[in-house]
Nanobody, 121 residues
Framework: QVQLVESGGGLVQAGGSLRLSCAAS????????MGWYRQAPGKQRELVAM???????NYADSVKGRFTISRDNAKNTVYLQMNSLKQEDTGVYYC???????????????WGQGSQVTVSS
């Protein structure tokens, strides 16, 4: 069974920084695209950033220049460094990964448990 476990959320003042981590574990054969999504209260979940296995990245316009996504393939971990945080960045952040797991056959989509990020004024 594959699990994505997140850490690093919390409360921060506007202008501050937080770093989210998401580690994949289990019977993993291969990890493809990894990403971070967020869901603000009353809004739909939206893509924040994604990174391919060859480290090509893509960001939502709202976070470009402030957030940086990276991955450590040896640790099966993806990170999201969030700088210059704004109140509108508040929400639950979910990591996501496309993974081939032993016994599953093919690529499957996995989600982390969610991490609350709250940015205060």
């Amino acid at each position: 069974q594959v699990q994505l476990v997140e850490s690093g959320g919390g409360l921060v003042q506007a202008g501050g920084s937080l770093r989210l981590s998401c580690a994949a574990s289990g019977s993993i054969l291969s990890i493809g695209v990894m990403g971070w999504y967020r869901q603000a209260p009353g809004k739909q979940r939206e893509l924040v950033a994604m990174i391919t296995s060859s480290t090509t990245t893509n960001y939502a316009d709202s976070v470009k220049g402030r957030f940086t996504i990276s991955r450590d393939n040896a640790k099966n971990t993806v990170y999201l460094q969030m700088n210059s945080l704004k109140q509108e960045d508040t929400g639950v952040y979910y990591c996501n990964a496309l993974i081939v797991a032993r016994g599953n056959g093919g690529w499957n989509n996995f989600w982390g448990q969610g991490s609350q990020v709250t940015v205060s004024s």
